[in-house]
């Protein structure tokens, strides 16, 4: 099949080298800056640029744009897109997406398809784009009420040809619920971890957890904020919740509890083996 | 030199095999359980049990037991222990530990060596010890005012022999200070993350930054507590101050303030770039 993909940053760019790697679909491109386009049709990661006219001959189109700029490019091209098609996005937050796009999907004879892949690097840009950025990753889908199977067993497929291993079927609301807690507040709390004044010593007196507690803090500012604010109501109750736990951490040991220290470590320490399937 | 173990557990029992592993010297093990003493003796990580009689013989006593039972191990022992030689401990906190046993070693004559292996996993105990734990780690040594640089040298080629690849000199107050944040700090965060109720449900919505926050919650609630108490004013302070800054991100999440939010994402994101000695 024809697939246009829009945006050749870390995501798109990565989808189109994994799409040429790995089948035998046309892969048209696009990207605001034209060296970009050129540069993946160069190595082969794209076939044509995706230029308006090819875009009602896309079976598939990808958008790999931040959230507003997707809902924007979509309702731009809504009527040259072809009835039956299907459009992908990639955002990181489903609830304002499908919200905006689902009805102008149904509106003109197109199938648009929340997406959500679970990958990423602390750079961004074509240039650090991969083949291998999805392997073993999860990819997210939120159909709409209504998809045919077939349609989501396609992207399905498709998923699984460039490296991801799962492919979770959710709502965009279960989706932005669960995200808040696994990657933004995780992407909050080691931004906010490394702005301890201690940080600056941290040589020679740090290990592993030190290294995964801030992994993330290195992140785009803009994309982040843009997907935070999307999704306000979730995180901020995350990082609320968290707040008041630690808070209960804090009181025990400056009234140098043991024993509710203790009862609140090992809450934590069986919640983790709950969830990973251990025994205590 | 004759080396005595107390406490073959997971930092006492790696000690054992890392030490026959890469070195001539003579290990007597001591430990609660006879059958580990056994067992380490069976697999050539000890060459004897480390007996009452045995102490005067040791140059040096690495003692491997929570904090208030190294000092108390010590205190009960000092009596016996070889004039001339240095006992180093192994905990996570220095303060508490030096200011009680430097002036046992300097009444008894023998020397007192603060010390902290910045190496762990999440499973305790002689079964868990592997002589390749402190492979590329850190040792933390913080020497009593007046120690000689010969007996802090001795020290630092054993670590060496064993594995670590830096030994950090410091004092026990900026030892615990950068410990709050490097490690305490990391400790509480992962076990506080973990008990929002979402994390039940983060199976194929999770990826490596919900891995990187978690991993270090399942801990163990008696040492960690016994850790954290001791050293409850500066960790306090790091769980006030991460608590703090997490509010800031609250509040601008709730207002939609975009750009506040930005910055404060910006100023995470460069303060992490300059610890890592990135340009930005």
């Keep these: 099949m024809n697939i246009g993909i829009i945006g050749l940053g870390l995501i798109g760019g990565s989808m189109a080298k ?3 790697q790995n089948t035998p679909h046309t892969v048209f ?5 034209d060296t970009i386009i050129k540069k993946a049709i160069l190595i082969g990661a794209v076939d044509e640029p995706l230029t308006e006219e090819l875009i009602p001959s896309c079976d598939l189109l990808i958008v790999a744009l931040y959230p507003q700029d997707t809902i924007d490019f979509v309702k731009a091209h809504a009527d040259s897109i072809k009835k039956g098609s299907i459009v992908l996005d990639c955002c990181g937050v489903k609830q304002v997406i499908c919200q905006a796009l689902e009805p102008v999907a149904k509106e003109n004879g197109f199938i648009f398809m929340g997406g959500h892949p679970m990958a990423g690097v602390a750079h961004a840009g074509f240039t650090h784009a991969k083949k291998a ?3 073993n990753a999860s990819m997210i889908l939120t159909p709409a009420k209504g998809t045919r199977i077939e349609d989501v067993q396609k992207i399905k497929v498709l998923s699984e040809s460039i490296g991801f291993t799962n492919t979770q079927i959710s709502t965009p609301e279960e989706h932005d619920r669960v995200i808040a807690f696994t990657s933004q507040l995780a992407h909050v709390v080691s931004n906010a971890y490394i702005k301890s004044p201690s940080a600056l010593e941290h040589k020679g007196f740090s290990a592993g957890s030190y290294k995964d507690l801030t992994r993330v803090a290195k992140l785009n500012e803009n994309m982040w904020s843009e997907l935070f604010l999307d ?4 995180l901020a109750e995350e990082i609320d919740g968290i707040i008041q736990r630690l808070q209960q951490y804090s009181t025990a040991i400056k009234e140098k509890n043991a024993a509710a220290l203790c009862t609140l470590l090992k809450e934590g320490k ?4 709950i969830i990973d399937g251990e025994k205590f």
Tied chains: 1, 2.
């Design 18 to 20: 994994a799409i040429k």
């Design 29 to 33: 491109g696009h990207d605001l800056q």
């Design 133 to 135: 950025l999805f392997n």
């Design 231 to 234: 999704n306000n109501l979730f």
């Design 270 to 273: 069986e919640r983790k083996m």
